[in-house]
């Protein structure tokens, strides 16, 4: 069966999702379960959460490195505000989505106004979330809130005797979204363009500068989400949350089969990039006997893998593109 | 005047001394340098010190910058080298014996080049985006380094090899006397051979230098194995200053630094051109603003937003938009970096 060229990197990252949970299933007493599966979306509900911002970015030709920072921050903030202000959290939690997004907004626009590498301009992003959240508080603030906690533990039963949490199901609904904003709407089709040349998508008259402040806004929305499910998660606020987050994000994307350069991807594929890191884990926490950095090395050498793979699939594309 | 104002480290020459001199109005025995058992005390010392890793770092940051790339893997590769040179020492017999110490840094240095050698083979020959092959490197990294450690803090009783990051050296700290030796060679190579020149081609437009017979690959191979070895030598002072390796938390944040002391040195990230000196007295900002913060009783934690700060206001004025925007007069202050710049980004 011949198939487009376009779909490979997805299908591989699917198949590799379906190999390796039937791997565990085969080698682990309790890990075909539903609730295992379900777990992986409970678990892993933030880094899906970002890694859908951060695949708008990598689809439009830019990066994020801001995100680990910012989801920190908006721990913090809440945990702040909630806990020693004594704010109500219906105030809150839409103030720090409005404080990702217009944090997203200003990195988006100093890329675009003032020709600056996104790489440099989200790094600083990333110090001064990271920096200001210290100023905030040093310490670890934990949350008592009958609310936060009520949503932490909040289990939504599913039929088989397996639940799913309020976390997990915001973040299927941002996948959602995303899937329909990226395919079936006009700003979908931007970023996709803007991805495959900057040059040919401002030759065609669409809106340049707003689609790229726009996905940074986007990815800074989606980062503060993810910090107020970080804060449901993890029930406090600190400054060395979510250290690293954004390699763990960008992995999520490659390993979805989104490629680097922008322009050729699928949000679904960074959704299965998000379930393989959640596979790898629970693999290794079933094995016991292996290290969490196994995590690291495998994820290494899965990203190796399917950057060779892309590398080969687009390796005409990209000759042209030269 | 304007010839002064126009050479590339005027500016970042202009942000040290005014950091030193905040410093010295602040506590007015900064600049003071005692001697004591026969060596050198003071904070100028300390900085020299405690900045010699990321020095170091910077130096082979800049050349990898310099064809274009970057490089996200140094954190990672300080961690190893600390990692695998500790490992080895404290697997000896006698931790002080010559020969034991020689070959874990020989051991430590060699891993460094094949590390570097990985990023530069899948930057040059698989012709991967620099930013990607090192992310790999970057993430399996740290798990390499803990995975050498056993994820625990290895411990050295060597007296021989904290000399390495803490011994001095006809007064001055050793240390200072390997930045300056890796420096020195660096700067030969490119400043004194064509080196230097194949870098800059390579970093414009490797295609046309391919065609003008220069060997683009081994270039860009070269420059990935050189910025290697120069972290892999950051990891053995910073892990023989405190004799011990952490696998977790060595080189935590180096590439970010790193790449910020390029940029604060003049070195446009779009490669091309490149300042060595530059980069130094960029590393040198950067350990002195870290030094001032802890010195005025400012919280540590606060770093990280001025840096940030440094980082954004350094990139502004390297924008040209920005500066057209905001004085006509910045105007007639270019890098030649920055023409490049403009030219690249049309």
Request: glycine share 10%; proline share 3%.
């Amino acid at each position: 069966m011949p198939l487009n060229r376009k779909y490979i990197p997805i299908v591989v990252t699917i198949l590799l999702f379906i190999v390796m949970f039937t791997a565990g299933s085969f080698r682990y007493t309790g890990f075909f379960s539903l609730q295992v599966l379900m777990n992986l979306l409970v678990d892993n509900a933030f880094l899906l959460i970002t890694a859908v911002g951060m695949s708008f970015v990598i689809l439009s030709g830019g990066i994020d490195l801001s995100v680990g920072s910012v989801i920190a921050l908006s721990t913090m903030v809440s945990a702040s505000l909630v806990q020693q202000q004594g704010w109500p959290p219906a105030v809150v939690i839409p103030l720090v989505l409005l404080m990702g997004a217009v944090f997203g907004t200003v990195m988006g626009a100093i890329i675009h106004y003032f020709a600056i590498q996104p790489f440099i301009v989200t790094l600083a992003g990333m110090f001064l979330a990271r920096g200001l959240c210290y100023v905030i508080s040093i310490d670890t603030i934990t949350i008592d809130n009958a609310f936060y906690t009520a949503m932490a533990q909040t289990r939504i039963p599913l039929p088989g005797g397996s639940f799913l949490s309020i976390s997990a199901v915001i973040a299927i609904l941002v996948v959602a979204a995303a899937i329909f904003t990226a395919h079936y709407t006009r700003f979908g089709r931007n970023v996709y363009a803007l991805g495959g040349s900057e040059q040919s998508a401002l030759l065609m008259g669409l809106p340049v500068a707003r689609t790229k402040v726009l996905v940074y806004t986007l990815s800074g929305l989606c980062s503060a989400l993810a910090g107020v499910v970080f804060t449901f998660y993890m029930l406090s606020g600190y400054g060395l949350h979510a250290v690293g987050f954004e390699l763990d994000t960008i992995a999520a994307v490659v390993i979805g089969g989104t490629l680097l350069t922008g322009g050729v991807g699928y949000v679904l594929g960074t959704f299965f990039g998000v379930l393989i890191q959640g596979v790898i884990q629970t693999i290794i926490s079933f094995e016991g006997t292996l290290s969490s950095w196994w995590t690291k090395i495998v994820i290494g050498l899965l990203l190796f893998i399917f950057i060779l793979l892309q590398r080969v699939l687009s390796s005409r594309r990209l000759t042209l593109k030269e | 005047m304007s010839v002064v104002m126009k050479h590339h480290l005027f500016w970042p020459l202009c942000v040290l001394a005014a950091l030193l001199l905040f410093n010295l109005c602040y506590s007015p025995d900064f600049f003071s340098i005692t001697v004591h058992d026969g060596h050198l005390y003071g904070s100028l010392i300390d900085i020299l010190n405690f900045g010699a890793p990321l020095i170091l770092v910077a130096i082979g940051m800049t050349l990898v910058v310099a064809t274009k790339g970057i490089d996200l893997s140094v954190g990672s590769i300080v961690a190893i080298s600390g990692a695998i040179a500790c490992l080895s020492i404290s697997r000896g017999a006698d931790q002080n014996s010559m020969g034991l110490i020689l070959t874990s840094v020989l051991l430590a240095a060699g891993l460094s080049l094949m590390l570097g050698a990985w990023n530069g083979l899948l930057v040059s020959m698989a012709g991967i985006q620099p930013i990607i092959a090192t992310l790999i490197l970057m993430v399996a990294g740290r798990g390499i380094a803990q995975l050498i450690t056993g994820g625990q803090i290895i411990t050295v009783t060597s007296t021989k090899y904290a000399y390495i990051g803490s011994g001095s050296l006809a007064a001055l700290p050793f240390s200072i006397f390997v930045v300056a030796l890796v420096l020195g060679i660096a700067l030969l190579l490119t400043r004194r051979t064509a080196l230097g020149l194949f870098i800059e081609s390579v970093g414009c437009n490797p295609a046309a230098s391919k065609m003008s017979g220069i060997r683009a690959h081994l270039v860009i191979l070269a420059v990935y194995v050189f910025c290697g070895l120069c972290a892999g030598i950051a990891g053995l002072l910073l892990s023989s200053n405190v004799s011990s390796a952490d696998g977790n938390n060595a080189g935590l944040w180096y590439e970010l630094d790193a790449i910020l002391a390029v940029v604060i040195g003049g070195t446009s990230l779009n490669g091309g051109r490149f300042y060595l000196t530059g980069t130094v007295i960029g590393a040198l900002i950067i350990q002195t603003l870290t030094t001032t913060i802890y010195m005025i009783g400012v919280p540590p934690e606060i770093t990280l937003v001025v840096k940030a700060c440094v980082v954004l206001a350094v990139c502004l004025i390297q924008s040209d938009t920005f500066r057209a925007a905001v004085a006509a007069r910045w105007k007639s202050r270019h890098y030649p970096a920055e023409k490049e710049m403009s030219r690249h980004a049309s």
